[in-house]
Every structure is written in C-alpha cells, then in structure tokens.
C-alpha cells in the first residue's frame, strides 16, 4: 500500500510539471503555472493627451494597432473628456507576447491624425504591463 501511494505521488508530480523557462516572443510554451490565481480586475494601460497649455486634447475618434491590426477600445472603458486614452485593455492578452509588443495609437482630430504615439506593452500570466513608453504626452497644433 506504501509503495502504491508513493507511486501515485510520483505520477501526480510528473503529470502537473510544466516547462516555465520560456518567455521569447516566438515560443508558444505558456510560461505560467496551471493553477495561477489572477485577480479580477480588469487592467487598462491610459494614454494621457494634453496640450501646449497643458489642457485636455478631446479627440474625435482613436484607435490602437497591436501587430499591424487595427483594435477599437470600447466605448464604456474611457472618459475622453479628461484627455485619458486606452490604448490597450486585458481584453487584448491573447494579442501581447510576455516579452511585449510594439504597440501604436493613433488620434484623430477632424480626419487628420494628430497623435501617433509607439509604446511597448506585454503580459505576465494575469495582465498587461507597460513595457516602454510615455503615459502623458504633450502634443501641439
């Protein structure tokens, strides 16, 4: 009975264990333990956009490109009237490698782009991160 549970011990510990040694971007190994517990919080990584004057730039429509590929954040995540931004949400891991990817946003004002700012954004096992870039810009017109 001994060695029967032993046994049993062995093969539970062999069939939980997992590579975590990778992180690079072209790996498809998942570095992150299978019984992870995340909180529920759903993280939004802002982009703050002022003026000259150091007001609030309201922008007529915004969008952000994550691989070549144009995401739209919902409407209900954001306040444009403070001249906060999101630029990328937890709705958007499955788009971000851990080491992070080159992301752009894009402003618009009357048609014409007004803000085209490049940040890097990646992920852990729960969230994105904020890699590199600013998180309030000055821009002028």
């Known amino acids: ?3 029967l549970l032993i046994l049993f011990c062995f093969i539970s510990m062999a ?7 990778s992180t690079s971007k072209d790996s498809k190994e998942n570095p992150c333990p299978p019984d992870i517990i995340c909180t529920m ?8 956009i002022i003026d000259s004057n150091g007001e609030a730039v309201i922008l007529d429509e915004f ?11 919902p409407d209900d995540v954001y306040e444009s009237k403070d001249g906060f931004y999101p630029v990328a949400t937890d709705g958007q ?4 490698s851990f080491d992070g990817n080159e992301v752009v946003f894009y402003g618009l004002i009357d048609g ?9 954004i ?3 096992c729960c969230h994105i991160q904020l890699k590199e870039g600013e998180k309030k810009i000055k821009v002028t017109f």
Request: glycine share 4%; net charge negative.
């Open 93 to 96: 891991m499955k788009d971000l």
């Open 1 to 3: 009975m001994k060695n």
């Open 63 to 73: 969008y952000t490109e994550i691989n070549g590929e144009k995401i739209n954040i």
């Open 112 to 120: 014409k782009t007004v803000v085209e700012h490049t940040m890097v």
């Open 122 to 124: 990646g992920k852990d």
């Open 41 to 48: 919080e759903f993280r939004i990584i802002n982009l703050e």
């Open 15 to 21: 069939a939980t264990c997992q590579d975590q040694k």
